[in-house]
C-alpha cells in the first residue's frame, strides 16, 4: 500500500521567516496531494490540495510543489504569523478499484511560529 | 449549512467493552470515512463508506467495524477494547461520489479512553 513519510516532525521558526513541509510517497499511481491543518483541539482543515498533472500551486501565502519523478511534494509557507502554529499533515491518495476516498496520511509537522 | 457531527465527543471504557461511535456527515455527503488519531501514529485510516457500502478498509483488526445507513450517517463499533485503542476516531464526509480526490471534512472526533 501507499507510504507516506513526512519531515520535519517539528519546526520552529521565526514570526514572518518561511516555512518548508516535505513528504514523500511510495505509490507513483497516487495522483492527490492534499494538505490538512490541525490547530490544537480542533479538526483537520484542508488548506490546499495539488494533482499530479500540476507541478505548483499557490494560494496566497502558502504554496505545494510536486515532483512525480521523484515522488516527493511540498508545502511552502511564507511569511509565517503566530496564527500559523498547528500541525500541518500532507497525504496521499490511494488509487483503488472502488474509487473511494481514502488518504495516507504523513506523521504530521508541529509548525511553532514564534512572534 | 451544519458541520459533520461526532458523538459522544468524549468516554471512557475498560478493557473488553466495546463502543460505538456515530457520525453525521454534512447534508449532501455520502461518503464517510473514519480514521484514528494517536499520537504516535498519527492519522490512520480506518474504512470508508458511500450508499451504505464499505468501500474501502485500513489495516485494522477485525475488531473493528462500521456501517452506513440510508440517511449517510455511520456508526463505527470496536469489539473487546485494548489500551492501545485509546486515540481520537475522526469522522469525514466528501461530497465527490466516484473520485478518490474529494476534500475531506473533519468532524470533531470522539475521544476514547480504554482503561
Known amino acids: 500500500g501507499e507510504n507516506v513519510e513526512q519531515h520535519p516532525s517539528t519546526l520552529s521558526v521565526q514570526e514572518g521567516d518561511s516555512a518548508v513541509i516535505k513528504c514523500t510517497y511510495s505509490?507513483?499511481?497516487?495522483?492527490?496531494f492534499p494538505w490538512y491543518k490541525q490547530e490544537l483541539g480542533k479538526r483537520p482543515q484542508l488548506i490546499i490540495d495539488?494533482?499530479?498533472?500540476?507541478g505548483e500551486k499557490k494560494d496566497q501565502r502558502i504554496a505545494v510543489t510536486l515532483n512525480k519523478t521523484a515522488k516527493h511534494f511540498s508545502l511552502h509557507i511564507t511569511e509565517t504569523q503566530p496564527e500559523d502554529s498547528a500541525v500541518y499533515f500532507c497525504?496521499?491518495?490511494?488509487?483503488?478499484?472502488?474509487?473511494?476516498?481514502?488518504?495516507?496520511f504523513g506523521g504530521g509537522t508541529r509548525l511553532m511560529v514564534k512572534p | 449549512k451544519a458541520g459533520v457531527t461526532q458523538t459522544p465527543r468524549y468516554l471512557i471504557k475498560t478493557r473488553g467493552q466495546q463502543v460505538t461511535l456515530s457520525c453525521s456527515p454534512i447534508?449532501?455527503?455520502?461518503?464517510v470515512s473514519w480514521y484514528q488519531q494517536t499520537p504516535g501514529q498519527g492519522l490512520q485510516f480506518l474504512f470508508e463508506?458511500?450508499?451504505?457500502?464499505?468501500?474501502n478498509k485500513g489495516n485494522f483488526p477485525g475488531r473493528f467495524s462500521g456501517r452506513q445507513f440510508s440517511n449517510s450517517r455511520s456508526e463505527m463499533n470496536v469489539s473487546t477494547l485494548e489500551l492501545g485503542d485509546s486515540a481520537l476516531y475522526l469522522c469525514?464526509?466528501?461530497?465527490?461520489?466516484?473520485?478518490?480526490?474529494?476534500?475531506?471534512?473533519f468532524g470533531e472526533g470522539s475521544r476514547l479512553t480504554v482503561l
Open positions: 505509490d507513483s499511481a497516487s495522483n492527490y
Open positions: 463508506y458511500f450508499s451504505e457500502t464499505q468501500r
Open positions: 495539488i494533482r499530479s498533472n500540476v
Open positions: 469525514a464526509s466528501s461530497l465527490l461520489a466516484r473520485s478518490n480526490t474529494g476534500e475531506l471534512f
Open positions: 497525504a496521499a491518495s490511494t488509487k483503488n478499484n472502488n474509487a473511494g476516498n481514502m488518504l495516507t
Open positions: 447534508s449532501g455527503h455520502r461518503s
